[in-house]
């Protein structure tokens, strides 16, 4: 695992497959998992859902999803750094690696508005 990441932080995968994969799927599998265990810790879900406040009552409950939380947000930086990288090697068409910068830093914001949004 720390390998993969340390390839990823260096920006030596593809951009594509560091766009895409790392990216997009990998934020991707972090949300569902999060969103999935903060409405198993609502005692109403369906509230929680249509309010889009997802802070459990419980301690033990907050623990979890803080401790989820920070792994995906340091995974958010590992990430944003190695597609920047990768789009810095990318030899293509220059406009790959530009359009790749710009939307990597604007999900990183939304990520952290999101967060913001449902866990604070």
Same mark, same amino acid.
């Given at each position: 695992m720390t390998k993969i990441l340390k390839k990823l932080w260096n920006?030596? =995968? *593809?951009?594509?497959? *560091?766009y895409w994969f790392f990216g997009n799927i990998v934020p991707l599998i972090f949300f569902i998992i999060l969103i999935s &265990?903060? &409405? &198993? !810790?609502?005692?109403?879900?369906l509230d929680a859902l249509l309010n889009?406040? !997802?802070v459990p009552k419980g301690l033990y409950e907050r623990v979890i999803l803080l401790f989820i939380t920070f792994l995906f947000l340091i995974y958010s930086i590992i990430s944003t750094v190695?597609? $920047?990288r990768s789009a810095n090697h990318y030899t293509g068409r220059r =406009? $790959? *690696?530009v359009i790749a910068k710009f939307a990597i830093v604007l999900a990183l914001f939304t990520y952290l508005k999101d967060i913001f949004k449902f866990f604070v």
């Open positions: 920006g030596h =995968y *593809s951009l594509s497959k *560091s &265990l903060a &409405l &198993l !810790f609502q005692e109403n879900a889009q406040q !997802f190695g597609i $920047w =406009y $790959w *690696s």
